[in-house]
């Protein structure tokens, strides 16, 4: 019995693990693991809880004497619950989370104690040499720094008996430079709050606080994991480089919304009450589109601290998974032929006095601020759709786009067809309204009046849309289901940011230099801004061939590849987009992209040494031994007497399986060497472009002609798992 066997015999008689309810109700034991504003108040004297909510809310600094404090307090509270250790947890450029745990026992004068110091919470050196850098350093400058993030609150993890304080940080180069993703995720936040308040002050003096808010859908796929071991594609890469769908795919659609499998359900179970305790607050589950695909969907919160949640989730996924005999798949495009998996950013504004501000209000005044706030991000993507496109590529993502549903590899804004018609009225409107105080007054009254109208139609999604809006917030479709989302968010926030404050400069111009009212000003701003914005609007099927040659018609250049996009991140508009928001420097920038380049790159290296070992190890060994088997087959039949039109099928599938297995062995050759080839290259951007335009359809060719020896080949001699194997066990 062959490994593909034996794995398939382990995985069909697996059952599913029961898993004990921890508590009745969510409520009940929700964020039980959290250093959360509630375990302050129990474990802070008075003046260190006001300390570091000062610290959270308005970026007040912590003193020694009160982070020695807060030290304490999380030491007591972290040990009543069985903590052992503490770690500074970051997000380096890998897309990963790092944490070096450290123990809380100390020699001390000759004495084991208990010890944890501001000094310790406030600041790590971790030894950063091995991770990504993008060239901001060498790799012997090792040392970087790790410094709290108060506004991110601690957490416990437990893995296995063992419990560890795990403290969100921020990483540094000795520097200064950003090594990670948190970094300039909080100085973008910190940029798009000073101009949102600005520009909300047009509309309501009490706003003096606005929150980006983000809500991360995360798509995944679940496999068994013998059979997940005995892919070595799957193991190394995260996705199958051979195989397709035979018979059955998606076709049918039974699987979405379906019932969830008992297996799945108890690693559903068990994954939801881990999130509840680290305070994820995951609330929807389902069956996706394709076949063994799962959706995790959270509340919405602060973006900081989703993006540090859907960086825990995602590493429960992989942990928790094991425990039920199942691995988690989290690549953009684990199988050929069917949906790929994405993770939806639904991102919005609220302001301190509780106002979404892409949720139209119930007075022409607040729908007036929803419109500003709604074009105004129309404008930022439409004239930023370039970098948003670079902050979502990789070469997962590249697979995904375009493909299986997924929206196309360049940017486009569906907001449905009633809020396409109120802006059509804004920019149609006649230049009489600005000097004519009853048409200004009839104005607002008719575009609120339309607002609740449309709010019906205009709920629904376009799945094909890279950027939809859904009625109350922008859903940014096009982001990979492993990516960080602090890559897009730091974006998002950037360039609605510098929108918001070009915005506050052309209406505050009109006001002082042409004397305009200030509600006539606004609306003269906007409605060039619509007229501007118009180009990125579609509301039809984003895939269509008709979209494409609309495309060209508006002019709209995109790049469809991780390599042409990651070109953005140099412009200068680019570079003064972000260092002028204090957000990025150029260097920063230049450093991320070669970082995404070098991981482009090694991914390639990877995949197609891989695929060659794949062929050359498992695939010809099995193909030859069939074709042996039908050699001797004829060779019987000659032997027997019977004549040679008697066996044409033999014939005809030894020739075919000779055919094909001769121009799989060039094509191997050809990738082998022009792999060896572009792997030597020094240059970062042509290395990736070469391996874009040569190594992918190479790939591809390889994997077509290996599926069709699949088809031919018997049943029992196939080394690999299949795809309904991997996909159909439940």
Known sequence: MNLRFKALEIAQSRTSNYVEPFGNKISEYFACNVFNDKTMEQYLSGEAYEHVQNAIHSGEKITRAIANQVAAAMKTW????????????????????????????????????????????????????????????????????????????????????????????????????????????????????????????????????????????????????????????????GRTLLGKPSAKGQQLDDHYFGAIPDRIYAFLLDLEQSCHKLGIPVQTRHNEVAPSQFEIVPQFEEVNISVDHNQLLMDLLNRIAKRHGLRALIHEKPFQGINGSAKHNNWSLFTNTGKNLLAPGETPRKSMLFLTFLINTLKAIHDNSDVLSACVSSAGNDLRLGHGGAPPPFISVFIGEGLTGVLEDIEKSGDDWEINESRKQELKLDIHNKIPDLLLDNTDSNRTSPIAFTGDKFEFRMVGSSHNSASPMIVMNTIVGNQLAKFKVQVDQLIKKDKLKKDTAILRVLKKMITASKPILFEGDSNSADWKKELEKRKIKFADNTPAALDSYLTPRVTELFESSGVLTGVELKARRDNLLRRYNTQFIIESNLLSTLCRNQIFPAVLKFQTAVALNLNALKNSGVGNGEYPMQQDLLSKLLLSTNHLESLINQLEKTSAIITEMSDLRKKSGRFFAEITPLMASIRDEVDTLEYYVADEVWPLPKYRELLFLW
């Open 78 to 237: 972290a040990m009543s619950k069985g903590a052992t250790h503490y770690t500074h947890w970051f997000q380096p450029l890998n897309g990963l989370t790092a944490e070096k745990h450290d123990s809380f026992f100390k020699i001390k004068n000759g004495h084991a104690i208990e010890e944890f110091i501001g000094d310790a919470l406030n600041q790590q050196r971790p030894n950063a040499a091995s991770f990504p850098t993008g060239g901001l350093r060498s790799t012997f400058e090792a040392r970087g720094y790790t410094a709290w993030d108060p506004s991110s609150p601690a957490f416990i993890m437990e893995i296995g008996t063992g419990k560890t304080l795990c403290i969100p940080t921020i990483f540094v180069a000795y520097t200064g430079e950003a090594l990670d993703y948190k970094a300039p995720l909080l100085k973008s936040q910190i940029f798009l709050e000073e101009q949102s308040v600005a520009v909300c002050q047009y509309f309501d003096r009490f706003v003096t606080k606005v929150t980006p808010m983000l809500g991360c859908e995360q798509e995944f796929f679940v496999v068994d994991e013998a059979m997940y071991t005995a892919r070595p594609d799957l193991l190394l890469t």
